[in-house]
């Protein structure tokens, strides 16, 4: 996908999500919110949260769904948005003013030096992304992540049927192609990170929601309605 059509449905992005998660009886914040909480643990884990600001960089952050959340979970974060849709840029700002800096991407190189950020995070972006230029992204990525640093790539799992009914059903996945989370680590261990792990999410709906707390055990297995795939360089 280019920037035109990003912007196309920049305006709209906000409700065509909304009305394409209805059967998961959950809105685009617990989305975005439960993805900010996983990165949160996994940081934590390694990297105690304290004072020190965390330079934060969101991949794909489109009209800025998870800046909120960055603010509530690490809470002297340095964020960085960066998208190739300058018009969801402008909503992003316009909806989160000062709460982060608002950068285009050419499609091609980061505009940050090297070493520079903690932490990277692509929140489904990859999979509206030329499956050939997954590599190169991922070492550019690489590039402006400090030696010790995370990668986080959230996408969409193709095994969950539900989850492919739904991406066949939205306007703005028209030319999407998903990703399986085991071709994203091979991606990811290729472009030069390591340690590359694999955790599936969402395996309840709202309505399920009590159940929710087991959602770690079932990390390991392939049916969650997402995946995260985390890599340190």
């Given amino acids: 996908m280019n920037e035109a059509e990003f912007d196309k449905f920049a305006n ?26 996983d990165i949160a643990r996994e940081y934590e884990q390694h990297f105690p949260l304290g004072n020190s600001p965390v330079k934060i960089l969101d ?19 340095q964020l960085t948005c960066l998208d190739l849709s300058r018009r969801s840029l402008e909503i992003a700002e316009k909806r989160f003013p000062s709460l982060a800096e608002y950068v285009h991407f050419d499609g ?5 030096p090297s070493e520079h950020f903690d932490i990277a995070y692509a929140m489904c972006v990859f999979h509206h992304i030329d499956h050939a230029e997954h590599v190169s992204l991922l070492q550019e990525l690489r590039r402006v992540i400090r030696p010790g640093g995370s990668l986080f790539i959230f996408e969409h799992n193709p ?19 998903l990703i399986r989370g085991a071709g994203m680590k091979r991606q990811l261990l290729a472009a030069g ?3 590359a792990k694999i955790r599936y999410r969402i395996f309840f709906p709202h309505i399920l929601r009590a159940l929710r707390s087991l959602e770690m055990v079932l990390a390991w297995l392939p049916l969650g309605g997402q995946y995260y795939v985390l890599a340190r360089k």
């Fill in 108 to 112: 091609s190189r980061i505009p940050f």
């Fill in 59 to 77: 991949f794909g952050a489109g009209i800025g769904g998870s800046i909120p959340y960055v603010r509530k979970h690490f809470a002297s974060a």
């Fill in 193 to 195: 990170f390591a340690n």
């Fill in 12 to 37: 709209e992005y906000y409700a065509l999500h909304a009305a394409g998660i209805t059967v998961s009886g959950e809105g685009p914040e617990y989305f975005a919110e439960y993805k900010i909480m």
């Fill in 159 to 177: 095994y969950n049927p539900l989850t492919v009914r739904v991406v066949n059903n939205c306007p703005f996945d028209e030319n999407a192609r």
